[in-house]
T-cell receptor, first 115, second 117 residues
Framework: DQQVKQNSPSLSVQEGRISILNCDYT??????FLWYKKYPAEGPTFLIS?????DKNEDGRFTVFLNKSAKHLSLHIVPSQPGDSAVYFC??????????????FGKGTLLTVNP | DAGVIQSPRHEVTEMGQEVTLRCKPI?????LFWYRQTMMRGLELLIY????????DSGMPEDRFSAKMPNASFSTLKIQPSEPRDSAVYFC???????????????FGPGTRLTVT
């Protein structure tokens, strides 16, 4: 049973345009969400996170939006650059309770930004 | 500041052989995680440690897998005997979980690509 789902395996956008990556979750105990970026032959690197007490968090070109009622979050990259081409993983954590240190990951979305 | 270090980066072995993967977490991090990434299952947590003590090993697939953390700066993941279906990329990650700088972000090593023939 996949608790974190990234339904789009891949996404292709033009340089300078907006990239929107989506993520859905099913576990209502999740209250902290993270996005990771992964280049080939490297480990995932932390990009941005959001707590469930917020509905938006921004860091430069990256913004994460959280819709708790829909159990949906999205990552916006504006403007997209060729160097953003990577696999993006959505992850979630239930920070209250005994498992608050575990992250559950989606399967990732491959973003390709074309020059 | 050095990140998480994993060795070897690549391992090719024959079915039935013992495989040992190694990890050095970031200094000061008191949580260490082992993950496996495959095309079919994505990134899945195998086991994690807090202050060198295994806390949750429910993700370890079989008794052939074992993990240890003898001290705060070293952990191993061992597969004995290895099988072709163990072929995957294995990641180690660490995070700080106590003190004034608690964060939920985990920092990953570069991974070990294991191929069992």
């Amino acid at each position: 049973d996949q608790q974190v789902k990234q339904n789009s395996p891949s996404l292709s956008v033009q340089e300078g345009r907006i990239s929107i990556l989506n993520c859905d979750y099913t576990n209502s105990m999740f209250d902290y969400f993270l996005w990771y970026k992964k280049y080939p032959a490297e480990g995932p690197t932390f990009l941005i996170s959001i707590s469930s007490i917020k509905d938006k968090n921004e860091d430069g070109r990256f913004t994460v939006f959280l819709n708790k009622s829909a159990k949906h979050l999205s990552l916006h990259i504006v403007p997209s650059q060729p160097g953003d081409s990577a696999v993006y993983f959505c992850a979630a954590s239930a920070t209250r309770g005994g498992s608050n240190y575990k992250l559950t990951f989606g399967k990732g979305t491959l973003l390709t930004v074309n020059p | 500041d050095a990140g998480v270090i994993q060795s070897p980066r690549h391992e090719v072995t024959e079915m039935g052989q013992e495989v040992t993967l190694r990890c050095k977490p970031i200094s000061g991090h008191d949580y260490l995680f082992w993950y496996r990434q495959t095309m079919m299952r994505g990134l899945e947590l195998l086991i994690y440690f807090n202050n060198n003590v295994p806390i949750d090993d429910s993700g370890m697939p079989e008794d052939r897998f074992s993990a240890k953390m003898p001290n705060a700066s070293f952990s191993t993941l061992k597969i004995q005997p290895s099988e072709p279906r163990d072929s995957a990329v294995y990641f180690c990650a660490s995070r700080r979980g106590t003190g004034t700088s608690v964060s939920y972000e985990q920092y990953f090593g570069p991974g070990t690509r294991l191929t069992v023939t």
